[in-house]
């Protein structure tokens, strides 16, 4: 059974900085393009992140471009979400998941069951 478990989020300033962790088990990661989505409350969920499966192409929601960065061991079957410059705007609960490309990881994250996320609070 694959499980996903997202964590690092907390009450942060804005201008500072997150790194939120997504931990995969029951499924290997490799060859596997990995992201990140987030959910704010009343809105849709969010595209935020892609890393292509061997980390040579990355692609970034508009909102956070330039700010955020994204990374993957998969040695240790896990994505991380570097956050800089937090704004308001970044609060969510913020969800990893996967495709065999970064397309279809944006399309249908059908990689996983959706994990609990990571709840990320920015305060001005």
């Known amino acids: 059974q694959v499980h996903v478990a997202e964590s690092g989020g907390e009450l942060a300033r804005a201008g500072g900085s997150l790194r939120l962790s997504c931990v995969v088990s029951?499924?290997?990661?490799?060859?596997?393009?990995m992201g990140w989505f987030r959910q704010a409350p009343g809105k849709a969920r969010e595209f935020v992140a892609v890393?292509?499966?061997?980390?040579?192409?990355?692609e970034f929601g508009d909102s956070v471009k330039g700010r955020f960065a994204i990374s993957r061991v998969d040695a240790k079957n896990t994505v991380y979400l570097q956050m800089n410059n937090l704004k308001p705007e970044d609060t969510a609960v913020y969800y990893c998941?996967?495709?065999?490309?970064?397309?279809?990881?944006?399309?249908?994250?059908?990689?996983?069951?959706w994990g609990q996320g990571t709840q990320v609070t920015v305060f001005s």
């Open positions: 998941n996967g495709g065999d490309t970064t397309l279809t990881m944006k399309l249908y994250h059908d990689f996983a069951p």
């Open positions: 029951g499924r290997s990661i490799s060859k596997k393009a």
């Open positions: 890393v292509s499966y061997d980390g040579n192409v990355e």
